[in-house]
């Protein structure tokens, strides 16, 4: 009989996926950063977002998706702190 903590050991599985690649499509960006290509293309044209010319193509690096992200308020990807503050607002009036 296996030992217990082997067995533990051996069913381990990692919590967050981390990219094993720098560079993303469009497609992939955005639904990496969660919102729609269209969006991204918008970000990417107001210089919010780098992305580089790979082809004709633009090619999204994971630092700068990172720093997008991190760029954020802290409600954006938060636990809904930002939806709550705004119905307590709502409900006081």
Do not use: C
């Amino acid at each position: 009989m296996p030992d217990q903590n082997h067995l533990a050991i051996a069913k381990a599985v990692a919590l967050i996926q981390v990219p094993n690649q720098r560079g993303f499509k469009m497609r992939a960006a955005a639904r990496y950063v969660g919102i729609h290509p269209q969006t991204l293309r918008k970000l990417t044209d107001e210089g919010k977002i780098r992305a580089k010319n790979m082809a004709g193509q633009r090619l999204y690096m994971l630092e700068d998706l990172n720093a997008y992200i991190e760029s954020l308020d802290e409600w954006y990807y938060g636990a809904g702190e930002r939806s709550e503050a705004s119905n307590e607002e709502h409900n006081d009036q």
